[in-house]
């Protein structure tokens, strides 16, 4: 019999006056549901999902982790009261509760260590002892300890002996652009042009005439009959006379009316125009990127921000509905979204071998997939120095997130200048909490991971108190806020996310992880949209084929049956879990939603599965499939591709899906690789530092964190970066 205890990963995290703030919200919010009624009381929210308003009720979904090797079967009762040990330690979030259950194989506990926190035992888990890779001794007493080093180690090592070193410097230089044409026509209204035009800035020389000359021209176009009344301005033919940059009525800043954006390992650089016409552009600008993983490409992709004002009348609009393509064009300008023209996959052959310096495009012009229009750039690579990098490497410029170990900042890397998301957790907190196995899980699938929608690992290292990890900086803000916001998402928008995590999912398993704890608070929206799933905290290293795992953890509602019936459970979990989060993004709540986390957990094991009226006929169809009951049932048991050759994706070519080929339904609010406004203010008005800590860790805990650092595909060991006060 061993004890076991979970805990509320999101409340670990947080301090005592978090804790006190968080409780005072709630009483907030359960004061709010008191007045206006609870949208899902009993018997209420699963007639219908599709009642308003679906989501204020939801609030954001905590992780449990299961903090010791200790596993917690949920027993099958018609009382939903039976439940009560697992919902009290999960919904209490009580991490000292303790019961009994079975050993499970991956979770560890750091009784073995000595440190400052004076956390020292040794639970005798001799089993443990199975899974050591050659790590049996030396790290302190506990046979847990060992075998959390022996996991993760091995794990580091796989990727080392595999891959050669890639990491360096790219230089991408724009000079300039031709020939871009706007997909619609702009109104001929002297007024508006004249006042919308005349800031901009067209750079005036004797080949350039200036901004008033060309209006007058544009004027004096012959002018497309756009209806009745209406004569109207050709896009190809306005590009010519448009300013590329100009100052809007609402703002005092010139603004971009087209603009580029290269992206490389899902890191953004957006170039804006210096001067020029919309189809004749200057831009003179250098980005640089960190290369550290080996890409076959860099894409472009060409973005105008039309104000709506220069459209044709709504009359106009309304009468051209039918063309799908302009609906959507149209859409997004009213809405003051910016709109995808084109885009270009440049190739990118990078000879790592090469210790100097070379060109892979030199003065080259780039011509768009679609035509419209070529760019003229040079890209440069330099070979890296194979420098670990610490804190100091960095400018630390908002706190954008808390996790349970520490904060998410946004960061910029002072070499490069480019912008990222840096996490710190402090050692001997992961220690304490038994946590070092995840940790050293979430850093090592991040490293060997190669998918475009999972938010890639730049650099990982480390000082003696504290981890650091260097993620792509994903500033198009949570699923969980789009979703709390809007509800729910049509058909085709969560069509799209689906199929997005479907590939990141299917690259998790090919690599033999399991992800356990997909939830829209775990899903990041890119500048374009696409999806980016980050927090890999409770990945499960390992799982070859049909190879089980006990450890209760995940998030109540998206618990799958046999995990809750403590069964053992395969990589399959992770297909009900994109289930539960295709019905959420439809419905606006989970499948077995219950505000009563024993309720809940008893629904998900007994109730039949409802959908309100209307609902799709595929989606449902899926549905059904991937919330089977029985893990041997449910589509994806014999891999993602018999999820993906269902008829509710027959629309979508994979492929072109896996290039990010589509463009995304929605494009959230992001203005710069800057811009923080997706994230909650009450993260961004924190003074970003790196606050110090002065932990003592023996030597033999801080051997554990041996395969930690990365920088591209090298490894340098046990290297510490100097600690460094931050203030
Ligand atoms: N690469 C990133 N880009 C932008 N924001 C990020 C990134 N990674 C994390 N964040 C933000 O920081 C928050 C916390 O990060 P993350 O979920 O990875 O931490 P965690 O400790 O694993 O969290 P949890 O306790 O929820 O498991 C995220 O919810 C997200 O809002």
């Not at 004569?231 to 703002?251: H, K, M, Y």
């Not at 991937?626 to 269902?646: C, Q």
């Not at 008829?647 to 995304?664: A, D």
């Amino acid at each position: 019999m061993y004890s076991w205890k979970i805990a509320s990963k999101f409340k670990f995290g947080r301090s005592k006056e978090e804790k006190e703030r968080e409780k005072e919200k709630e009483r907030e919010k359960s004061k709010e549901k008191e007045k206006h009624g609870l949208f899902h009381h009993k018997g209420h929210r699963s007639e219908s999902p599709y009642m308003e308003p679906p989501r204020d009720s939801v609030d954001r979904k905590e992780t449990i982790v299961a903090s010791t090797s200790l596993i917690a079967p949920v027993r099958l009762s018609t009382d939903a009261n039976k439940y009560s040990t697992t919902n009290s330690s999960i919904s209490t979030g009580d991490d000292s509760q303790t019961t009994t259950g079975e050993l499970d194989d991956d979770m560890v506990d750091s009784s073995g260590f000595t440190n400052s926190n004076g956390y020292n035992g040794n639970n005798g888990n001799e089993s443990r002892q199975i899974h050591i890779a050659g790590n049996s001794s030396g790290y302190g007493t506990g046979t847990g300890n060992a075998s959390a080093f022996g996991d993760s180690i091995s794990a580091v090592d796989e990727m080392e002996d595999s891959e050669p070193l890639f990491s360096g410097i790219m230089t991408v230089k724009v000079y300039g652009g031709e020939g871009f044409k706007l997909p619609v026509p702009i109104t001929s209204n002297a007024q508006i042009l004249k006042k919308l035009l005349s800031s901009g800035v067209v750079n005036p020389s004797a080949e350039k005439p200036g901004v008033d000359q060309l209006i007058s021209s544009l004027l004096q176009m012959e002018l497309n009959d756009g209806g009745d009344e209406e004569s109207l301005i050709e896009g190809d033919v306005a590009t010519r006379f448009i300013p590329a940059t100009i100052t809007l009525p609402s703002s005092t800043d010139l603004n971009p009316l087209l603009y580029f954006t290269i992206e490389f390992d899902n890191t953004v650089a957006t170039i804006e125009p210096e001067s020029g016409t919309i189809s004749s552009l200057n831009f003179n600008k250098i980005s640089t990127f960190d290369v550290t993983r080996k890409l076959p490409f860099l894409k472009i992709d060409v973005m105008a921000r039309i104000p709506s004002i220069l459209l044709p009348s709504k009359a106009w609009q309304q009468s051209n509905l039918s063309d799908p393509y302009i609906r959507d064009i149209l859409e997004r300008i009213n809405n003051n979204q910016d709109i995808h023209l084109d885009s270009y996959n440049l190739p990118l052959t990078l000879d790592f071998n090469s210790a100097t310096s070379f060109r892979l495009y030199n003065h080259q012009w780039i011509s768009l997939e679609k035509g419209n229009g070529k760019l003229n750039v040079s890209v440069d690579y330099k070979p890296a120095t194979n420098r670990s990098l610490s804190i100091d490497d960095f400018d630390l410029l908002k706190v954008i997130g808390k996790g349970s170990f520490g904060k998410v900042m946004q960061v910029r890397k002072k070499d490069t200048n480019k912008v990222y998301a840096l996490k710190a957790i402090r050692k001997s907190y992961i220690v304490s909490k038994s946590e070092v196995v995840h940790t050293l899980a979430e850093r090592t699938v991040l490293a060997r991971v190669d998918n475009p929608f999972i938010v890639p690992l730049k650099f990982s290292f480390q000082s003696p108190d504290k981890l650091y990890i260097v993620l792509a900086f994903i500033n198009g803000g949570e699923l969980f806020y789009h979703l709390q916001r809007e509800g729910r998402f049509s058909l085709s928008r969560a069509r799209f996310y689906a199929a997005e995590l479907l590939c990141a999912l299917e690259t998790l398993h090919s690599l033999d992880v399991i992800y356990r704890d997909l939830k829209p608070e775990n899903i990041l929206l890119d500048h374009q949209g696409h999806i980016a799933l980050c927090d890999f905290g409770l990945c499960k290293l390992n799982m070859k084929g049909q190879e089980k795992t006990n450890t209760f953890c995940g998030t109540p509602e998206y618990l799958a049956p046999e995990l809750l019936l403590g069964q053992g459970y395969s990589k399959v979990v992770d297909w009900w879990t994109l289930g539960v989060l295709l019905y959420e993004m439809l419905t606006g709540l989970p499948p077995y939603y219950d505000e009563d986390v024993p309720k809940m957990y008893k629904k998900i094991l007994q109730e039949p599965l409802r959908f309100p009226d209307g609902f799709d006929k595929d989606a449902k169809d899926l549905l059904i499939s991937l919330l089977s009951r029985d893990p041997k049932r449910r589509l994806g048991f014999n891999g993602a591709e018999e999820i993906k050759s269902h008829t509710f994706f027959s629309q979508l070519n994979w492929k072109r899906l896996w290039m990010k080929g589509y463009i995304p339904p929605y494009k959230p609010p992001v203005m710069s690789s800057l811009d923080t406004s997706n994230f909650d203010q009450e993260f961004t008005k924190e003074m970003p530092v790196d606050s110090v800590v002065n932990d003592f860790l023996s030597e033999s805990v801080q051997q554990q964190f041996g395969g930690w650092t990365y920088v591209g595909s090298e490894q340098l060991g046990t290297s510490l970066a100097p600690g460094r006060s931050v203030r």
